[in-house]
């Protein structure tokens, strides 16, 4: 991947740093991407410039405040994001955009949709995180997969913690790294990572994500176990949703409980699809989604 196009960056008009990433055809559909936390404007090399191209796509991904190479803005809600998003697509030209938000950067399209819908063309979100502590996350995922989530509501230094120890390659070999996480995923998100090329672009975009530190990360992961300020029900562009029935970050009675709030919303499940799958393995069905212009 062409480190000019992975490594760009604007001023925001507090100072501020904002970096991004392109990816796709300059041609393609404008598609803000919202990558999931923890991780950075790395995360599309998951699908790959081809794929991305390929789908009729022009991606563009930033990497929110603290995280990769943007500054940190303290005290920033979701609602923020959506000034941020505007001075970026401003410096671009781009008059209106479609969103996609993948897991963490589920709640990021839905404050963009209820703050700027003038500007936004479509809106989808993918495997999409709401509040991790809500009782449906309880109710439907193991212990080990919520311990993520019980630091960052009870214990943010060890969340803090937790998220130093990724800060580094392991220096574990490919297929060690990978029998490490067989148990913890379905099988259909652990044949996804081990496809050539994955888990690498997991483990870029994650270290990425933290190559200042923490702080960021945990305040961005910290917004998903706090009261949500956004009132989705003032959402009035149509939301498409894609979940995987089978997904053990975000269970899926979470997202079937959070869209009751949003009017406009509609929700795709894919019966035999987990949480990383969903993204990689139907990325035709959500560029059709993407390049569905609304009125």
Same mark, same amino acid.
């Given at each position: 991947?062409?480190?000019?196009?992975?490594?760009?960056?604007?001023?925001?008009?507090?100072?501020?740093?904002?970096?991004?990433?392109?990816?796709?055809?300059?041609?393609?559909?404008?598609?803000?991407?919202?990558?999931?936390?923890?991780?950075?404007?790395?995360?599309?090399?998951?699908?790959?410039?081809?794929?991305?191209?390929?789908?009729?796509?022009?991606?563009?991904?930033?990497?929110?405040?603290?995280?990769?190479?943007?500054?940190?803005?303290?005290?920033?809600?979701?609602?923020?994001?959506?000034?941020?998003?505007?001075?970026?697509?401003?410096?671009?030209?781009?008059?209106?955009?479609?969103?996609?938000?993948?897991?963490?950067?589920?709640?990021?399209?839905?404050?963009?949709?209820?703050?700027?819908?003038?500007?936004?063309?479509?809106?989808?979100?993918?495997?999409?995180?709401?509040?991790?502590?809500?009782?449906?996350?309880?109710?439907?995922?193991?212990?080990?997969?919520?311990?993520?989530?019980?630091?960052?509501?009870?214990?943010?230094?060890?969340?803090?913690?937790?998220?130093?120890?990724?800060?580094?390659?392991?220096?574990?070999?490919?297929?060690?790294?990978?029998?490490?996480?067989?148990?913890?995923?379905?099988?259909?998100?652990?044949?996804?990572?081990?496809?050539?090329?994955?888990?690498?672009?997991?483990?870029?975009?994650?270290?990425?994500?933290?190559?200042?530190?923490?702080?960021?990360?945990?305040?961005?992961?910290? @917004?998903? &176990?706090? %009261?949500?300020?956004?009132? =989705? /029900? #003032?959402?009035?562009?149509? $939301?498409?949703?894609?979940?995987? *029935?089978?997904?053990?970050?975000?269970?899926?009675?979470?997202?079937?409980?959070?869209?009751?709030?949003?009017?406009?919303?509609? @929700?795709? &499940?894919? %019966?035999?699809?987990?949480? =990383? /799958? #969903?993204?990689?393995?139907? $990325?035709?069905?959500?560029?059709? *989604?993407?390049?569905?212009?609304?009125?």
């Amino acid at each position: 991947m062409d480190t000019l196009k992975t490594n760009q960056s604007i001023k925001l008009p507090d100072g501020r740093t904002l970096a991004y990433a392109e990816y796709g055809s300059p041609s393609g559909t404008p598609v803000l991407y919202f990558h999931g936390a923890p991780s950075s404007r790395l995360e599309p090399m998951l699908l790959g410039d081809d794929s991305i191209s390929e789908a009729g796509l022009h991606m563009i991904a930033p990497d929110r405040p603290g995280i990769g190479m943007s500054d940190f803005k303290p005290g920033r809600s979701f609602s923020d994001w959506a000034a941020d998003v505007v001075c970026l697509v401003d410096s671009l030209g781009l008059q209106r955009f479609a969103l996609l938000g993948n897991s963490g950067g589920g709640a990021y399209v839905a404050a963009c949709a209820a703050r700027i819908p003038e500007r936004v063309t479509s809106a989808v979100i993918v495997s999409g995180a709401w509040r991790m502590d809500a009782s449906e996350v309880a109710e439907n995922l193991p212990f080990v997969n919520r311990i993520f989530w019980i630091l960052a509501r009870r214990f943010p230094f060890g969340l803090r913690l937790l998220l130093n120890t990724m800060r580094r390659p392991s220096g574990a070999s490919r297929d060690a790294e990978l029998e490490k996480m067989r148990p913890h995923l379905p099988p259909v998100d652990f044949a996804t990572i081990s496809e050539p090329g994955r888990l690498e672009a997991v483990q870029l975009s994650i270290q990425e994500c933290l190559r200042t530190g923490t702080k960021g990360t945990a305040w961005d992961v910290g @917004l998903y &176990v706090r %009261p949500f300020e956004l009132d =989705l /029900s #003032s959402i009035r562009i149509p $939301i498409h949703l894609f979940h995987g *029935a089978e997904d053990r970050n975000v269970p899926l009675a979470l997202v079937q409980s959070a869209i009751r709030d949003i009017p406009t919303a509609t @929700l795709t &499940v894919f %019966p035999n699809d987990a949480h =990383l /799958s #969903s993204l990689c393995h139907h $990325i035709d069905e959500i560029a059709f *989604a993407l390049k569905t212009t609304r009125l």
